[in-house]
């Protein structure tokens, strides 16, 4: 037995190392291996290789005679072999030794044949510092093995300086192939690019067109239908932009089947889907994970890709603003994919603010780039408000305004937010916002901030926010405010004193001060003068004051709590409405009676010069001076065209404008009396509520008269007579709706009293050959009811015609509506007649083709009737020859052309059939189109005065199409018609004018009479989703729930009397919530109060209570200044009464009757 401290660990190669031991500590003996002796080794080594070189090569000659399925076996066995050298190389690194049996690599000779250099495996394994290193090396270097594979997912490195080179051939140089090979490892992109081959099928990558990424973009950007594989070539239509499918056998849809024989017998006509094709076939389904996993795979490549698309078009174009905000809105589209796919339809809030915080880094980068741009200061805005608070979003709104002081834009997006934000909303800080606003733009104007110079279009935009500026003051129950603004506004414009038109506007209002706070009586009250004329006396030494006139005895005041048993929260409700129709003129003292300012009961009924002061602007085109008019005859109630208004969202506030037609007794004529969708001054009610008056009361109408007896003289002809029209059409207006009451008390004193008007105006020298007026005046007499005066009106108005009749616009007006009068008339009194001659209708429209005095008694014969169709034809191709010839460059005001076509289409009808009246229709129409089209693509910017003449012609097109509709949904009432043409028709206009309230009303009749509700739904939702305004989503909500109510009233009516609890769930109430909530997330039905007040009022009447009052607090966020709305909460929530109230008085609302006030009422 051998001693242990001598002995070696191998005896074969055993040498004395006793001194050695004895040197070296004990403890680390084992780690030591003293035998090994590196001659010995390479030695050994050298026979082994000559004996395995022997092996393979006796293997080779031997592997050549066997077949393929050892071959196969071999390929497995080497792939075993493969993993197991791995396993085992990992094994020599730890362990230091290995077996005679395992396959040498060249890098382990190296390793044994480098004595010199005992510390090189140390290099090729880790990193060292040059000073741990105890020997000198040549060539100092390490060699990583390990790849870095956040370099290349993360791109934090420059490929610059990463090292590449290609491999042209998979073996090395200078080793023997027989003893030695080299594995190369793939990389982490080459794994990917094979990973997407055995998916995606034979690409070579994401590039090429046919990879699956690129496939579905394909399809995403357009959808090709599947076509069969293979088709005979006489399918083939080469001439033809597609391929026609064909339904021979032996045709397959590409991806049903593996080989085209079984898709052949197993799926000949290719209507199976895949699943059910894999099935014919005996197959499975494939991994929903995997093909999840890959969906998931390839849609974030395309997103990257994208993403990387817009990065690199932004750094080659950063001043494209409209690709910077795009880019902003894709934000919100890559985040909802991510989030659909980590975590499913719900997101946490964390998510969502890190999604603003990436918009408002992108927006900063943006605003950096293009600091001047202001629709890239509001998108940041947008984004802030969401993030922010209050104060410090006003304070980067009001810098921003600051930065950009002449962009009228900017300054209405400014006033939004501070007229629509809750939390630092306030009447009066809104106010001075507007005044802050006018008074800018003005300096801008007049050019004393010299530091910005005036846009074009300047003083249009401040009428504009004007304008939005008293309809602000009148929803928020401020009409004293209101109604100074635009006295003082017609003042200060028609009135002004010809010394001071040169002056600054800050100037002239410092002057038009004086004239205010002096008390003299200003335009609209009696005994008004004029700034003009006061101006003018005071620097001759004043009036010369007048003795006091008594007036007439005043109207005895009644109660205003007519029934004290009423609740509470209801008389407050009548006191408050009544208030508000009676006083809405600001309050002043009565000279003659001695009144002073101390005198009134209600402070808030004073107006001060500090409270209008600011808002004052100089108008220089007389074009604009007129429009100021016509808003403040609208804001007083007057029928008015204003074809430029665009604050409509934000004034509708009236349900008249949805329900307006349900009354089919006008079904040609109903168009003539449309509502506007907007309340009037002074009529602030709930939604479901009606006017404590007809009109503007007493007060309000002499108010008016002493206005146009004012303003009518300093205005041109033309403006005159459309003040005048207005007027009458006002009386008119009032007839009908009390029509519509069926009191006939109140119908006969309001016909007395508006004929008493028309009949005044009509005596004025310059209205008594206006046949628009006579026109007016007989229409008012037929709704009164009495027709033979109507008839004798008529036919004056029409011997008051030129000899040319059909070429005067104004005498075919005239005889179409007395045409369409007398048809709904003979509807009325038993149907159509089936002689043609007898026809009152027609003697009328063929007596004016003809030219000769209308007599409405005389009979007709069959020839006067073919020479006027003859006439008629003539006159409209001369017409239509005329559109040809139009030009820009031609002085063009715009002509009339729905009366002489309207007159014709109807005689047609009359005469030949519904074909022929649309035909026309349809022929004009086109021909105006044509026109308009090809002066809209000549226009300029230098040309924008011809803007007006297209937009008549627009307006020309729309009241055809309201006729043709009108037409086509009578002859529908009175005889059998298929719906296709009218439907096909509606579509057509509406899609040209979503906003027109009249289409609408003809097209929710129409497919409300089908219970098959899926073609009314897609045709709204097409409209609605490129339709920039509220009135498509509105008109869509009326018509579910009309569909709504019919369904439920057929469900209570199987219970044979018996009431129901509650009513089954059908979906309608569902849809009907979806229309109210996508509507309330766009920007104009956001802000718009009639839309709130119908969801609240929907959610109540399908008892949902504590819902409504939640959507009031949330409408409460986007429209705190409409006091309408508080309104309908108190009567839909009247036991939260104080809490209403004590709302309105901290948002500084207009409160007429406090609760203390109410109480001592009830008392009394």
């Not at 031991?21 to 050298?46: C, I, M, R, V």
């Not at 919100?332 to 980590?342: A, Q």
């Not at 609240?1096 to 409460?1116: E, N, P, T």
Request: glycine fraction near 6%; charge should be neutral; charged fraction near 25%.
């Amino acid at each position: 037995m051998c001693d242990k401290s001598t002995m070696a660990l191998f005896p074969a190669f055993s040498e004395d190392v006793s001194v050695k031991a004895e040197e070296s500590p004990k403890a680390l003996d084992w780690l030591k291996n003293k035998s090994f002796q590196t001659q010995d080794a390479l030695s050994l080594h050298g026979r082994f290789l000559e004996k395995t070189g022997d092996d393979a090569t006796e293997a080779r000659d031997l592997s050549s005679g066997e077949d393929e399925n050892k071959v196969s076996h071999k390929k497995k066995q080497k792939k075993n072999e493969k993993k197991k050298k791995k396993k085992k190389h990992k094994k020599q690194h730890s362990n230091g030794s290995a077996s005679d049996s395992e396959i040498i690599f060249p890098s382990d000779l190296k390793k044994e044949q480098d004595t010199d250099r005992p510390e090189s495996h140390v290099f090729a394994s880790k990193f060292l510092w040059l000073d741990d290193i105890s020997s000198a090396q040549k060539d100092k270097f390490c060699v990583d093995h390990k790849p870095d594979a956040a370099n290349w997912t993360y791109k934090s490195i420059y490929r610059g300086d990463v090292a590449r080179y290609k491999r042209k051939w998979p073996s090395v140089m200078g080793i023997d192939p027989r003893r030695q090979g080299v594995t190369w490892d793939d990389s982490e992109s080459n794994k990917k690019q094979k990973a997407k081959r055995k998916r995606g099928g034979n690409g070579c990558g994401d590039e090429r067109y046919y990879s699956t990424a690129s496939r579905k973009l394909l399809l995403s950007e357009s959808p090709v239908l599947l076509l069969p594989t293979t088709r005979p070539e006489n399918c083939v239509n080469r001439a033809a932009p597609f391929l026609a499918l064909c339904d021979d056998k032996g045709n397959t849809i590409d991806g049903l089947g593996s080989d085209g024989s079984q898709a052949t017998s197993l799926n000949p006509l290719g209507v199976y889907d895949p699943a059910t094709a894999l099935w014919m076939q005996g197959k499975g389904k494939p991994d929903e994970a995997v093909q999840k996993q890959d969906t998931q795979t390839e849609r974030s490549y395309f997103y990257t890709k994208k993403t990387e698309d817009f990065n690199k078009r932004l750094r080659e174009e950063p001043e494209d603003t409209e690709l910077w905000i795009q880019f902003i809105h894709y934000q919100d589209e890559l985040s909802t994919t991510v989030f659909d796919e980590e975590q499913g339809s719900h997101r946490p809030k964390s998510s969502c603010r890190a999604v603003l915080e990436k918009k408002l880094s992108i927006a900063d980068r943006a605003v950096s780039s293009n600091p001047s741009c202001i629709s890239l200061q509001l998108e940041r805005l947008k984004i802030c408000q969401e993030m922010w608070e209050s104060s410090t979003l006003a304070k980067e709104w009001k810098k921003l305004v600051f930065l950009h002081p002449n962009s009228a834009p900017l300054w209405k997006e400014y006033l939004m937010f501070m007229q629509s934000y809750f939390s630092n909303f306030s009447v009066s800080k809104v106010h001075s916002a507007y005044g802050k606003c006018l008074s800018t733009l003005s300096a801008v104007r007049d050019g004393s901030m010299v530091s910005h110079p005036a846009l074009p279009g300047l003083e249009e935009d401040m009428l504009d926010i004007f304008i939005q500026q008293c309809h602000f003051l009148r929803q928020a129950g401020h009409s004293e405010k209101a109604s100074s603004l635009f006295q003082a506004m017609i003042e200060f414009t028609f009135l002004k004193p010809e010394s001071l038109q040169k002056l600054t506007t800050k100037q002239q209002v410092e002057f038009f001060e004086t004239f205010w706070d002096s008390g003299e009586e200003r335009v609209g009250e009696p005994g008004s003068k004029g700034w003009k004329r006061w101006m003018l006396q005071q620097e001759r030494g004043g009036w010369l004051q007048p003795s006091a006139e008594e007036e007439e005895d005043e109207e005895e005041e009644e109660d205003e709590v007519k029934d004290q048993n009423q609740p509470r929260w209801k008389v407050w409700l009548d006191v408050e409405s009544s208030r508000e129709a009676a006083h809405w003129l600001p309050w002043r003292p009565d000279k003659s009676k001695g009144q002073s300012e101390d005198d009134c009961e209600d402070p808030d009924r004073q107006v001060l010069f500090d409270d209008i002061g600011q808002s004052m602007i100089c108008l220089s085109s007389p074009e604009l001076q007129f429009r100021l008019l016509l808003h403040f005859f609208s804001f007083l109630g007057l029928p008015v065209n204003i074809t430029t208004l665009s604050l409509s969202g934000m004034l509708l506030e009236n349900l008249s404008l949805l329900t307006q037609n349900d009354d089919t007794a006008q079904p040609l004529t109903f168009p003539e009396l449309l509502h506007t969708g907007m309340n009037s001054a002074g009529q602030i009610t709930t939604l479901q509520g009606t006017p404590k008056c007809t009109g503007l009361g007493k007060q309000g109408e002499k108010f008016l008269n002493n206005v146009l007896a004012m303003i009518q003289p300093l205005l041109p002809s033309h403006h005159r007579a459309i003040l005048s029209l207005s007027r009458i059409q006002y009386e008119k207006l009032k007839v009908w709706q009390c029509t519509c009451s069926n009191n006939k008390k109140h119908i006969h004193s309001q016909g007395k009293k508006s004929k008493r008007v028309a009949k005044r105006l009509l005596k004025e020298p310059e209205n008594r050959s206006s046949l628009e007026m006579w026109r007016e005046y007989a229409h008012l007499e037929w709704l009164l009811g009495k027709l033979e005066e109507a008839r004798k009106v008529f036919v004056t108005a029409a011997a008051l015609g030129k000899t040319n009749a059909l070429n005067s616009p104004s005498l075919c007006n005239l005889i179409l509506l007395w045409a369409q009068l007398e048809i709904e008339n003979a509807l009325d009194v038993g149907g159509r007649q089936k002689d043609v001659t007898a026809s009152p209708a027609v003697c009328i429209l063929t007596r004016l083709a003809e030219g000769i005095p209308v007599s409405s008694s005389q009979l007709l014969s069959p020839v006067s009737i073919l020479k006027a169709r003859k006439s008629y034809d003539q006159a409209l191709n001369c017409t239509l020859s005329t559109l040809d010839q139009v030009s820009l460059t031609q002085d063009e005001k715009g002509q009339s052309y729905r009366g002489l076509v309207g007159c014709y289409a109807l005689f047609q009808y009359l005469t030949v059939g519904i074909k022929s009246a649309s035909d026309v229709y349809t022929l004009t129409r086109n021909r105006i189109e044509t026109l308009q089209q090809r002066l809209t693509g000549g226009l300029k910017k230098s040309e924008a005065g011809y803007r007006d003449f297209i937009s008549k012609l627009s307006s020309e097109r729309e009241a055809l199409a309201i006729q043709q509709a009108t037409l086509l949904r009578y002859h529908n009432k009175v005889s059998v018609f298929p719906l296709a043409q009218l439907r096909q028709m509606l579509t057509a206009a509406l899609s040209t004018w979503p906003c027109c309230a009249a289409l609408w009303s003809i097209y929710i009749q129409v497919e409300n009479r089908y219970h098959s509700a899926g073609r009314a739904r897609r045709f709204f939702h097409s409209v609605m989703r490129i339709a920039n305004n509220v009135v498509p989503t509105l008109f869509a909500i009326v018509a579910e729930q009309q569909r709504k109510q019919t369904v439920d009233a057929a469900q209570r009516s199987c219970c044979h009397g018996t009431a129901l609890p509650t009513l089954p769930e059908n979906g309608l109430g569902h849809r009907i919530r979806g229309l109210f909530e996508n509507a309330t997330k766009t920007k104009t039905g956001a802000h718009c109060p009639l839309l709130w007040r119908m969801y609240m009022y929907f959610l109540v009447s399908d008892g949902k209570v504590d819902q409504a009052k939640g959507i009031f607090y949330k409408a409460l966020q986007n429209v705190p200044w409409t006091k309408g709305l508080y309104m309908d909460a108190v009567q839909l929530f009247p036991e939260h009464l104080m809490e209403f109230v004590d709302l309105m008085t901290e948002k500084e609302l207009r409160l007429r009757l406090p609760l203390e006030e109410l109480d001592i009422l009830l008392e009394d």
